[in-house]
């Protein structure tokens, strides 16, 4: 049974860090990109960061430059770095594995619970 499991999330003001984890378990497959999704009050989920297993990476564009996702397979663990957060990168953030994803589409074979990030200003 896969059991995606997030934490790090919290409350910090604008322009803060914060450093998201998902500790995956009974999860074997290493050949489906893992990712990072958000959704805020009253929106729709969004994509935030993509991984594959060569470790090449993809980032809305929202967040590029500002967010890093990362992996330690050796601990089966996703991370999501978070630097100058801004007020509206408040949502609660889910870890998703076997993922897969195209230009306007994703499926996702495994979810998180979630974690929520509140960034004041």
């Known amino acids: 049974q896969v059991q995606l499991v997030e934490s790090g999330g919290g409350s910090v003001q604008a322009g803060g860090s914060l450093r998201l984890s998902c500790a995956a378990s009974?999860?074997?497959?290493?050949?489906?990109?893992m990712g990072w999704f958000r959704q805020a009050p009253g929106k729709g989920r969004e994509r935030v960061a993509f991984?594959?297993?060569?470790?090449?990476?993809t980032y809305a564009d929202s967040v590029k430059g500002r967010f890093t996702i990362s992996q330690d397979n050796s601990k089966n663990t996703l991370y999501l770095q978070m630097n100058s957060l801004k007020p509206e990168d408040t949502a609660m953030y889910y870890c998703?594995?076997?993922?897969?994803?195209?230009?306007?589409?994703?499926?996702?074979?495994?979810w998180g619970q979630g974690t929520q990030v509140t960034v004041s200003s």
């Open positions: 991984i594959d297993s060569d470790g090449r990476t």
């Open positions: 998703a594995a076997d993922v897969e994803y195209g230009r306007d589409w994703y499926r996702v074979g495994y």
């Open positions: 009974g999860y074997t497959s290493r050949r489906s990109p």
